[in-house]
């Protein structure tokens, strides 16, 4: 691995802590409990004390850590919500000495980070996994939770749908393409996940950077958080209950991960407000 001074991703890394920095919004790490510990970007105390404006947790996909999925949003939702933007469970710095790996789990605890921070009622936003974590939340939390934002996330997906995605890919699991190891993996995610070809022009050598830096740590329970995803099983069945706030589900027409198709189905399911656009990638 280079130098992090020769390092693009630790240099443009260095650039996202200061664009949530310029945002107001500032690091912060938050024991939950006595195992588990979530790291986030949140507004400081004398802000939120300040003005009377709703809050929003942004809930980031597969992948690298938050700072790196939801920068363009920070900057556009600060100046109207108090943001939060939390690390999930094995992403960032946020840990846990529990066995638990379930997206449900993952829902708990931004729960219970959000009653440490005593922040009473928030909209959640998940894009990708970060849907899964959200759907539970509002499930969960129908007198906190306002309104959710499902953002190009399958949690309806089905066995045939997760079959579908490999035959897309060319490759036997889906840890290949959600965690990739290799360069050539990293090639395939960026093929499904975003519509330009402009990253076919980036040389390996940078690519290997990336796949060091950001989907290295924690490999090992990346792995069991796939495989703990309880909406997704074995059989060929939707379990989904509709929620009771409103939601916004938004996709992108030209999405490979999960396909376009699943978001007409999602909006029959949850009889909610579709949003599609030409957008650029997945998360």
Not at 179 to 191: H, K, N
Not at 253 to 265: N, R, S, V, Y
Request: glycine share 4%.
């Amino acid at each position: 691995m280079a130098p992090s001074f020769l390092s693009f991703v630790s240099l443009y890394g260095i650039y996202l802590r200061r664009c949530f920095a310029t945002s107001g919004l500032a690091s912060q790490s938050i024991d939950i409990d006595d195992e588990t510990t979530i790291h986030l970007w949140g507004p400081k105390p004398d802000q939120t004390a300040q003005g009377n404006k709703p809050a929003l947790v942004l809930l980031h996909g597969f992948g690298p850590s938050a700072i790196w999925q939801w920068r363009r949003q920070v900057q556009f939702f600060t100046p109207f919500f108090h943001v939060y933007v939390p690390d999930l469970v094995f992403f960032g710095n946020s840990t846990t000495k529990s066995k638990e790996r379930s997206e449900v789990f993952q829902a708990v605890s931004i729960g219970k980070l959000m009653e440490k921070l005593q922040v009473k009622k928030y909209h959640v936003m998940g894009t990708s996994y970060g849907g899964f974590v959200a759907y539970n939340m509002a499930k969960m939390y129908p007198d906190k939770v306002e309104k959710v934002v499902i953002a190009s996330s399958g949690i309806n997906m089905r066995k045939s749908d997760n079959m579908e995605l490999l035959n897309r890919a060319n490759l036997e699991n889906v840890e290949e393409i959600m965690i990739p190891e290799t360069t050539t993996q990293l090639r395939t995610l960026t093929r499904l996940a975003v519509s330009s070809n402009r990253f076919n022009r980036i040389p390996d050598f940078l690519l290997n950077d990336f796949v060091k830096q950001l989907y290295c740590e924690n490999r090992k329970e990346k792995m069991e958080l796939l495989k703990g995803l309880t909406l997704v099983e074995s059989d060929d069945t939707v379990k989904l209950a509709p929620l009771q706030q409103d939601v916004l589900v938004v996709w992108g027409d030209e999405d490979q991960i999960f396909p376009l198709k699943m978001a007409h189905e999602l909006k029959e399911y949850e009889e909610c407000t579709l949003y599609l656009d030409s957008l650029p990638s997945h998360d």
